[in-house]
């Protein structure tokens, strides 16, 4: 069995929480615990999702170790285990709006290019 190195380890590490915020109904998971623990049963009903494939996704979340679950009675209530991840999703989120507004404003040059017949050929 091959030993991993540190830095190997932690890029696999990284490759695992990337992994997992793959899927964006992983990411409104995310945001949702953000704003407090919840059971399957709200995330459910929140999501519109059936209950097999929020409990799968909380799986796949909590396996990765961004979120907590803790058995109260009968419910499993889940918690965001670093709020630090919110702010990286939030940070994400600003990256992929400065592209949009950039290609947002291509095509907007590309109208006005066309309509006043700039566009050289």
Do not use: W
């Not at 170790?65 to 918690?79: D, I, K, P």
């Not at 990256?95 to 590309?110: C, K």
Request: charged letters at 20%; one cysteine or more; a neutral charge.
């Amino acid at each position: 069995m091959k030993t991993l190195t540190l830095a190997q380890e932690i890029n696999q590490l990284h490759a695992n929480i990337c992994a997992a915020l793959a899927d964006s109904n992983r990411i409104l998971l995310l945001y949702l615990l953000a704003e407090g623990p919840s059971n399957v049963t709200s995330l459910v009903e929140k999501l519109a999702l059936p209950q097999p494939t929020v409990s799968r996704h909380l799986k796949v979340l909590r396996e990765r170790g961004l979120v907590h679950a803790e058995r109260e009675g009968q419910s499993v209530y889940y918690t965001l285990v670093d709020e630090r991840v919110i702010k990286a999703l939030d940070l994400l989120r600003t990256v992929l709006a400065d592209r949009l507004a950039q290609q947002a404003s291509l095509v907007t040059q590309a109208r006005q290019d066309f309509t006043t017949n700039e566009i050289q050929y």
